[in-house]
């Protein structure tokens, strides 16, 4: 029998008023008998602390139960000493969420867990986004034999596959369960799951977000990004294939095929979602990045005396830039490290300065100066507009913005929680339209071309469709799609004994 341990609610909220692209999640994965596990899994999860801030959890096995320690906050705020002690095992799953399906709730938070008709239980993190949501709704409700209580109906598109698994394993195992079902899953997914003996993973047959293997002296890891394997000391071997299904236990390590690769990588990693120190594809994603910087030096030229990041993302572009362009490279930007780590929702009077809760000019720096501004992407332009407002009244003569990717006009469906199309500044807006609403002297992004390039991918092998519209995945109609779809019809549905969902007494939940 396996037991479902959580940690109490906190009341708390997050700044929606980020100036970032929203984050997707981050997905860990430890096999090492002998090991601390829980330990491991929670520098991993540190290391993919940037992935999602909203939630972190983990789930571990000693064999004979699962158990699942989560909350709301980051992982050092869920996770202390006397909470990991109590977590032993020889496996372990974890994740840090931002929520692209399902509300920021501690019921959403990440690994989901089910107990199967066998009594096993099932635990399982996702990154990335389904876009059939809808007809995986369909399949669960259509389940026979499951038991069900008011108020646990799957919110989450994890929630569903999580189910799915657990309702298909009975009869033939959990690993063949997954064979069968995954091919169904229409989206970006890069998933790790397990019951008490084994640790799985599985990547979409696109492969849009990152997935990879590493070695441990007496184990294996699976996790987001090679970033996650430095730090627990594991030696990268491999990224999981698209369409591949792992199986790690006591046999050793295990590799399936549900679906056929048809690889597209995410670009937008490249430009912001990874860690610098990360490599996708063999490409390191801090040479990446500076690569894309010389190539906006080459496309957008300007005389001025000195180029700053917006930190920390803009960085490394900001760096190629001066490096191609000849101009002086300088910090003119002091970034408070700690903003997005509190919960407290600043007072209207703290709001009304917006983004130097974030950042604080360096007035000696930049007075006086013809300023190139290096920043990742440009979604809403809010954040912008508010940026060289205040450069300019810290005495910046000229202010030339520099974007290291294209204009963002599409929203995205796998796992980055872009705003709608009608938010997106460049969604409505040409290239002067755009440097008006914000204020610039002049702007420009890099070409689409020019950001290829710098990945050394081949544009066969990437998506790009928040740029160019072009989606490698088919949408559903409009209706079927939805952040807070399955909330939504929850809200709607019958609460009647027929339709409320529950998982057995197994999963009831403790406080630790």
């Known amino acids: 029998m396996s037991d479902q341990t959580a940690t109490g609610h906190l009341d708390t909220t997050s700044d929606t008023e980020e100036r970032e692209p929203r984050e997707e999640c981050g997905v860990f994965g430890v096999w090492a008998p002998g090991e601390e596990v ?12 940037h992935r999602g801030q909203e939630a972190a959890g983990m789930a571990v096995s000693d064999g004979r139960q699962v158990m699942v320690f989560k909350d709301l906050g980051l992982v050092s705020q869920v996770f202390d000493e006397q909470s990991l002690s109590s977590l032993r095992g020889h496996l372990a799953i974890g994740h840090t969420r931002y929520s692209t399906t399902g509300s920021p709730t501690w019921e959403n938070a990440q ?25 995986l709704r369909d399949e669960v409700n259509a389940l026979e034999g499951r038991p069900r209580r008011q108020g646990q109906l799957p919110s989450t598109d994890s929630d569903l596959v999580c189910e799915l698994l657990a309702a298909t394993s009975a009869d ?40 990879v293997l590493g070695r441990l002296e007496r184990g294996w890891v699976v996790a987001s990004e090679t970033a996650a394997l430095d730090i627990v000391g594991a030696s990268f071997v491999r990224e999981v294939e698209p369409g591949e299904l792992l199986a790690i236990d006591e046999n050793g390590l295990r590799s399936s095929r549900f679906a056929a690769p048809e690889p597209k990588g995410c670009v937008f ?21 500076v690569a894309i910087g010389r190539q906006l030096a080459t496309e957008f030229p300007v005389e001025a005396d000195l180029v700053i990041p917006v930190p920390e993302s803009g960085t490394p572009a900001a760096i190629g830039y001066a490096q191609e362009s000849g101009i002086a490279y300088g910090q003119g930007l002091v970034k408070n490290a700690y903003v997005g780590r509190t919960f407290i929702q600043p007072s209207q009077t703290i709001r009304q300065l917006g983004i130097r809760l974030k950042l604080n000019p360096l007035r000696e720096i930049i007075r006086g100066k013809r300023l190139v501004v290096v920043d990742d992407s440009i979604v809403r332009g809010n954040t912008q507009r508010a940026l060289i407002r205040m450069l300019r009244e810290a005495g910046a003569l000229e202010v030339h913005v520099r ?52 990945t050394e991918q081949p544009a066969s092998r990437l998506c790009s469709a928040c740029f160019d519209g072009q989606y490698p995945i088919p949408l559903p109609e409009e209706a079927s799609l939805g952040k807070h779809l399955l909330e939504e019809i929850i809200a709607e549905s019958d609460t009647g004994d027929s339709l409320a969902a529950g998982y057995g007494a197994a999963g009831a939940m403790r406080q630790p």
Request: charged share 20%; aromatic share 10%.
């Open 172 to 211: 033939i195992g959990l690993e063949e369960a997954a064979i069968r079902l995954l091919p169904r899953v229409r989206g970006a997914f890069s998933l790790v799951f397990s019951d008490e003996q084994t640790l799985y993973a599985a990547r979409d047959q696109h492969g849009v977000r990152p997935l």
């Open 269 to 289: 990693e490249y430009v912001y979602l990874a860690r610098p120190d990360t490599t996708i594809s063999g490409r390191s994603v801090h040479s990446a990045r």
């Open 111 to 135: 690994p989901t867990f089910r107990t199967t008709a066998t009594g096993s239980g099932l635990a399982l993190g996702h990154n990335g986004n389904l876009v059939n949501t809808a007809e």
């Open 38 to 49: 829980a330990k491991l899994t929670y520098f991993g999860l540190f290391a993919l602390q």
């Open 403 to 454: 974007i290291a990717s294209p204009p963002v006009r599409w929203p995205c469906f796998y796992g980055i929680d872009f705003a709608s199309r009608a938010e997106l500044v460049a969604g409505s807006l040409d290239l002067d339209g755009v440097r008006r609403s914000i204020g610039a002297d002049t702007l420009g992004y890099v070409s689409l071309d020019g950001l290829v390039k710098a």
